[in-house]
Nanobody, 115 residues
Framework: QVQLVESGGGLVQPGGSLRLSCAAS????????WGWYRQAPGKERELVAAIARGGSTNYADSVKGRFTISRDNARNTVYLQMNSLKSEDTAVYYCSADLRVGTYWGQGTQVTVSS
């Protein structure tokens, strides 16, 4: 069984920064692709950023230049550095991990951008 535990969410003012972390534990060989998704009230879940095992990344247009995804393979952890946060970034953020046996999800962490 694989578990993903997220941390780092919270309340921040517009223009501020947050760093999300997601750590995987359990029995698995390696994580292929990590992803960060978000879901705002009344909206569908959307991909924010993803990073492959080799380090290649892709971002939603709305976060390019502001968010950075990174991974630590030795720690089975993925990070999302979020800078210049806007009110429209408010959402529940979920991490995902693509393994050979399937895709796993974290429980979600709330990010609220408000003054």
């Amino acid at each position: 069984q694989v578990q993903l535990v997220e941390s780092g969410g919270g309340l921040v003012q517009p223009g501020g920064s947050l760093r999300l972390s997601c750590a995987a534990s359990g029995s698995f060989f390696s994580i292929n692709t990590w992803g960060w998704y978000r879901q705002a009230p009344g909206k569908e879940r959307e991909l924010v950023a993803a990073i492959a095992r080799g380090g290649s990344t892709n971002y939603a247009d709305s976060v390019k230049g502001r968010f950075t995804i990174s991974r630590d393979n030795a720690r089975n952890t993925v990070y999302l550095q979020m800078n210049s946060l806007k009110s429209e970034d408010t959402a529940v953020y979920y991490c995902s991990a693509d393994l050979r046996v399937g895709t796993y999800w974290g429980q979600g962490t709330q990010v609220t951008v408000s003054s």
